[in-house]
């Protein structure tokens, strides 16, 4: 497929072997001539960790090269301070790198996903209106303190680097991810790689449009935080029901069992997000669309009229919509913004601790 002689080939593969990223397995059968030996990458050779920055905790894991996980923390934050963020940070890679012989040595770097804008190349949130940050370099904040590179990106996009890595994402081109949780967001991957655009706001689709004072938001107006995040699906359950549910969890076990206002809304909210997924999917024409976040945890009462009004609305063959029930893989994409580098899958350059810095 290179074009390279056998010669030029071992001696690359030589290389990598003396350098720790190949290993030589057991020579196979020969069809004639020298006996084949195929080659592995070694992916325990080197970890990553990442982290999710959410609301009221920080959630790490540790992966080797396969972004296969290893060891996972939880770490609660008193505040949403950025000081705060990357001494849980330095904290948390203490924890899961204790008691792991060359722990430090095999560390190949951090990532940290995050809700907002988030300028990838410069390591610094432009806005996250959760945390009330603007202009905050936290990749900067988090390298003082450890002796790695960092990585920063938006959790959404973390969310998609990991799907595309070992989730419904993988051998496609082009992807389009929907998340549905606290907030709403989107991620694009064409041809392989995270669409970010120019001011890395490709994907936020939850903020609020600025209404004209005197205007009249209807539900089929609302911006998708307010209409469509599980909080406001919350809320609005809780005027139907004229009762105040403590948690998502009593909607969730309302259509568990069959409830009829339960099963009616929910149906309505689904068919909301499929027609405003069916008007992306004829923007952007992605092979599979892939949604996930808290609100999966409503089931198929929700999904299922999602998913047949993207069918019933597309134009011409929809794309697959796989729905990721699990919701497990936020950190291991995290850890996978430290791998792409190390293979060399972009160009961002990350962050690390200043010579003169203690």
Not at 199 to 223: H, M, N, Q
Not at 274 to 302: K, S
Request: with cysteine.
């Amino acid at each position: 497929m290179t074009g390279l002689s056998p010669a030029a080939v071992s001696g690359v593969a030589g290389e990598l072997i003396e350098e720790g990223i190949v290993v030589e397995g057991k020579s196979a059968q020969s069809s004639g001539g020298r006996r084949p030996i195929p080659l592995s990458i070694n992916y325990a050779r080197h970890w990553s960790i990442g982290f999710k920055l959410s609301q009221h905790r920080l959630e790490g894991t540790l992966t080797d090269l396969s972004t296969q996980p290893i060891g996972t923390c939880e770490l609660p934050l008193a505040d949403h301070e950025p000081a705060t963020v990357a001494a849980a940070v330095q904290k948390g890679v203490s924890t899961l790198l204790r008691n792991r012989r060359e722990g430090r040595q095999k560390l190949v770097g951090v990532g940290m996903a995050m809700p907002g804008l988030i300028d990838v190349n410069r390591g610094i949130c432009l806005v996250s209106q959760r945390f009330d940050w603007r202009d905050v370099p936290i990749a900067a904040l988090i390298a003082s303190r450890i002796s790695v590179p960092v990585w920063v990106d938006n959790d959404v996009n973390a969310f998609a680097i990991a799907q595309q890595l070992f989730g419904h994402g993988r051998r496609r081109n082009s992807v389009l991810v929907l998340i549905i949780g606290t907030g709403v967001g989107a991620a694009f991957i064409f041809n392989g790689q995270i669409h970010r655009r120019a001011r890395f706001a490709a994907g936020e689709i939850g903020f609020p449009v600025k209404e004209d004072a005197g205007s009249i938001a209807t539900e089929e107006r609302l911006s998708w935080d307010r209409r469509l995040s599980e909080p406001a699906i919350v809320r609005a359950w809780q005027e139907i029901r004229k009762r105040s549910p403590k948690t998502p969890v009593d909607l969730q076990q309302a259509a568990a069992k069959c409830d009829r206002l339960a099963l009616e809304y929910l149906r309505e909210v689904g068919c909301d997000i499929g027609r405003r997924v069916t008007a992306m999917i004829d923007l952007v024409d992605p092979e599979v669309v892939i949604v996930g976040g808290e609100a999966v945890r409503f089931g198929p009462a929700l999904v299922d009229p999602l998913v047949n009004t993207v069918r019933e609305s597309s134009f011409e063959k929809p794309p697959a919509v796989e729905i990721d029930w699990d919701n497990n893989v936020w950190s291991r994409g995290t850890a996978a913004l430290a791998i792409q580098q190390f293979f060399d899958f972009e160009s961002t350059a990350g962050f690390e601790r200043k010579a003169n810095a203690r």
